[in-house]
Each structure stands twice: as structure tokens, then as C-alpha cells.
């Protein structure tokens, strides 16, 4: 049995909220609510040192407004509630322009910063590209001066969709991670599956191998005690071999290989008084194929093994026009010999977990698995596309 060690994999690539800004970590709008003080600050500032408190107050209650949009976004989500809010600030921002005249450059942005997080997406970027170009044209005309109106429309429309991509990275990333989680799950349980079919595999093979030497060394040891020796012998070395395989298994480094299956295969069943006869005519199957393959041929032994009465056994491998196919036949239902120290009867066929293993490593690979009685005896079968037109 050949043994292939494979290199580890690469570490995944986590998706980690602590790469993000610290104000961007969580997908609620605190990035539009961080810009307000520092937008806010000169115009406030300057309205105490002139005295206005009607403007003063405006602007409170702007921040007000503002300050309602992004808690009830965090807590509702963009909907009616927070476009209702928006639209308030939008008509404070046009009334104080209307009495004031002043302070458009920190304004704008902030209503762009509201409209980002408080219009539902598939409508926010327009509102706040609208707001910019309006923006953009009442400062050109009141200034007369083109820069000026550009570089209002770049600060407005550059905060709007800042918070914009803030808002959908954060969101993005949240949606990452529990991708990141189902797959770390799923791959679990993957695993699990894994193993489970490796170590039944393994050990139902490995055991009725056990029975079959344990049941020569009760038939030889009145009648030739040497004989009887081989085979426990070879009891001694299958418990050594299965050890082995075991801990590779479980270290997930083992490789089964379809040569070795076979020649396996045809020495158990020969131990066991079992005619078997091997044609394999595929020399180069992939890689994926031939462990396949493997599989099949030891399920199969070791079915025949537990419970078949077989006299001979008939293993196939073949590969053709793009397929290859594995096949084991016996006779088991068709003859018997008797034998008290054997579990001999033969169930009716249904998938147990050595065929629903086999089952789900030959739809990995597009296949077919046929396991029914024939006339004679049983039959079981897996057919694989080689994604080859001709195999050599």
C-alpha cells in the first residue's frame, strides 16, 4: 500500500474586519455621523462669534437632524423613515441659504453625508450627484468663478460617495465573514464524511480479512499445524498492516492505489477458497479514477468476504472512448458452501455506508455506481468519465 504525504495547504485567506478602518468595521453609517463635528465646527463657531442666535439655533437643529438620520439608519436600515428625515435636513439646508447666504461649503457635504446613508442605495448616488451639480451651480453664479464651482461640486459629491463605498464595504465585509463561517463548517463536516467512509473502508475490509486467515487457522490446526501457522502469521502481519493505515488515515495522508487493491484482493480471496480472476486493461487512468477505483475493488472484496457464499470472482477494469469502468462479479447467491463459523447469510441489497461512500466518491467524479443481483450471483460497478477520447 503506497503512501503519498501531501503538502499542507496554503493558510486561508481571512476575511478580517481589523484590515478596515476603524471608523469602516462595523456596517452601520458612523462614518457620515464622524464628519458632522468637524463640518459643523467653523460654521457654529462663527455664528457665536456674530452673535446670531436664529442661525445658531439652525444649525443645532440640522446636527439634530443628521445626527436622527444615522441612528435610525443603524437601527431601521434605509426605508421611508430616514428618507423623511432626509428630505427635513434638504429643506433646512435650502432655508438657510435662503436667510444666511453662507457656509455652503460645509453644508452640502454634510447633507450628501445624510443622503448617502439615508436614501435607499439604488436611488442615494443620484440624489447626492444632483445636490453637487445644484450646489456647483448657485456657487458659480454667486461667485463668478468656475473653480470655485468645481471644487464645490468635487467636496459634495466626493463625501456622498465616500460614505457611499464606506457603507457597502463595511456591509460587504460582515457578508464575508459569514461566508467564511458556513464554509468553515461545511468543510468540517466534509471531513467527517471523510473519515467516516476512510476508516469504514479500512477497518470492514482489514477485519473480515482477520475472520477469513482465523477461520484457516481453525480448519488447519487439526490437520496441518504449519499451514495453520502461515495463516496466523499472516493474521500477526494484516493487524500490523491495518495499524498503519489506520493512523494514515487519520493523519489524512493516505493514498490507495488500484494495483495494489487488486493484488490485495485476489490474495484474500484466494485465503478464502475463492476462484477470482483479474483482467484490468486500463494502464493509465487518472489519478482520481484509479483511488476511486481502489475503493471499489476493496469494498467489493470485502463485501464478498462478509457476505457472500462465492465460489469464483470476476474483477473487470477497463477504459474506453473517454470511460472507464470497474466491475466485480460473484456467484455468490447462485452456490454456497457451508461453513458454522461464518456469517453466510445474504441480506437484501440496500445502500449501506460502505456503498453510500462509494456512491459519493463516484458523483464527484460524474460517475456511476451499479450495485444489484444479476442471475447468478451480484455485480458491482462504477463508471467514471476519463476526459479522454481514447486511452492508450
Known amino acids: 500500500m503506497s503512501t503519498v504525504v501531501h503538502p499542507a495547504p496554503p493558510a486561508p485567506n481571512h476575511c478580517d474586519e481589523h484590515v478596515l478602518p476603524l471608523i469602516a468595521r462595523r456596517p452601520v453609517p458612523w462614518y457620515a455621523l464622524a464628519w458632522s463635528p468637524l463640518l459643523l465646527l467653523a460654521p457654529i463657531v462663527g455664528t457665536i462669534q456674530d452673535g446670531h442666535p436664529g442661525q445658531l439655533l439652525a444649525l443645532l437643529l440640522l446636527a439634530a437632524a443628521h445626527l436622527a438620520t444615522t441612528l435610525a439608519r443603524d437601527r431601521l436600515g434605509p426605508g421611508r423613515r430616514t428618507e423623511v428625515l432626509v428630505a427635513a435636513s434638504t429643506v433646512m439646508v435650502a432655508g438657510y441659504q435662503v436667510l444666511w447666504s453662507e457656509h455652503q461649503v460645509f453644508l452640502y457635504p454634510l447633507l450628501a453625508l445624510g443622503m448617502a446613508v439615508g436614501i435607499r442605495r439604488r436611488t442615494a448616488m443620484g440624489f447626492v450627484g444632483g445636490l453637487a451639480v445644484s450646489g456647483a451651480v448657485a456657487a458659480g453664479f454667486t461667485t463668478g468663478s468656475l473653480a470655485d464651482a468645481l471644487v464645490f461640486a468635487v467636496v459634495t459629491y466626493m463625501a456622498g460617495i465616500s460614505a457611499h ?144 457464499r462465492a465460489r469464483t470472482v470476476t474483477i473487470l477494469v477497463e477504459s474506453d472512448g473517454g470511460e472507464a469502468t470497474v466491475e466485480i462479479t460473484d456467484d455468490g447467491s447462485a452456490r454456497g458452501r457451508a461453513d458454522p463459523g461464518r456469517q453466510q447469510e445474504r441480506g437484501p441489497t440496500r445502500p449501506g455506508s460502505g456503498l453510500s461512500g462509494l456512491r459519493e466518491r463516484a458523483e464527484l467524479l460524474d460517475g456511476v455506481l451499479a450495485a444489484d443481483h444479476t442471475e447468478g450471483g451480484f455485480r458491482l460497478g462504477v463508471s467514471v468519465p476519463t476526459g479522454e477520447g481514447t486511452t492508450p
Do not use: M
Not at 468540517?188 to 482465523?214: C, Q
Not at 496466523?232 to 495499524?243: N, S, W
Open 165 to 308: 463605498l464606506i457603507d457597502v464595504l463595511a456591509e460587504t465585509a460582515a457578508a464575508l465573514r459569514a461566508t467564511q463561517g458556513r464554509l468553515a463548517r461545511t468543510a468540517v463536516v466534509e471531513e467527517r464524511e471523510r473519515f467516516s467512509r476512510d476508516l469504514h473502508d479500512l477497518l470492514g475490509h482489514t477485519l473480515s480479512l482477520i475472520v477469513v486467515k482465523a477461520e484457516a487457522v481453525r480448519r488447519f490446526v487439526p490437520v496441518d499445524p504449519a499451514a495453520a501457522g502461515e495463516h496466523a502469521q499472516g493474521i500477526e502481519e494484516i493487524g500490523r498492516t491495518a495499524l498503519g493505515e489506520v493512523r494514515q488515515a487519520v493523519a489524512g495522508y493516505r493514498e490507495v492505489t488500484l494495483e495494489d487493491e487488486l493484488e490485495a484482493a485476489d490474495a484474500a480471496l484466494t485465503d478464502a477458497g475463492v476462484q477470482v480472476e483479474v483482467t484490468a486493461d486500463a494502464p493509465a487512468l487518472p489519478p482520481a479514477v484509479d483511488r476511486l477505483f481502489a475503493w471499489v475493488v476493496r469494498e467489493g472484496t470485502t463485501n464478498i468476504l462478509r457476505h457472500a
